[in-house]
């Protein structure tokens, strides 16, 4: 029984130990990056809204998604998901919702302009 209560304490230490690592190395992204500084405050909650609410994000604030680029863009949602207001938040969808959000503005960007 020893042993189980061994294994169960060192499952638990390597968790945390990993979740510590994760939200280190997605700051360490965000701050060698400057990724809080790339985006308007108003384009931020265009951005949020399309990946963790139901909303959609304007042709303006795709551009400054694309100028954020995609490292920044994954570690904001990454460091977003370790809040603990997100706790009840599927990681799996936010992240699937995430990737839609960056793949439908590369979309918009890369499209020609119809008055071209």
Not at 26 to 54: H, R, Y
Not at 76 to 104: D, G
Request: charged share 15%.
């Amino acid at each position: 029984m020893a042993s189980l209560n061994v294994y169960s304490v060192l499952v638990v230490l390597f968790l945390t130990c990993e979740a510590v690592m994760a939200t280190k190395e997605n700051d360490q992204i965000i701050k060698e990056n400057n990724c809080e500084t790339k985006m308007g405050f108003p384009c931020v909650l265009e951005a949020f809204t399309s990946i963790f609410e139901t909303g959609s994000i304007s042709n303006k604030c795709c551009g400054e998604l694309f100028v954020l680029g995609k490292v920044c863009h994954s570690a904001l949602v990454k460091r977003t998901l370790e809040n603990p207001l997100f706790k009840y938040v599927s990681p799996a969808t936010i992240i699937a919702q995430s990737i839609q959000t960056w793949n439908n503005c590369l979309a918009l960007i890369d499209s020609p302009s119809p008055s071209a």
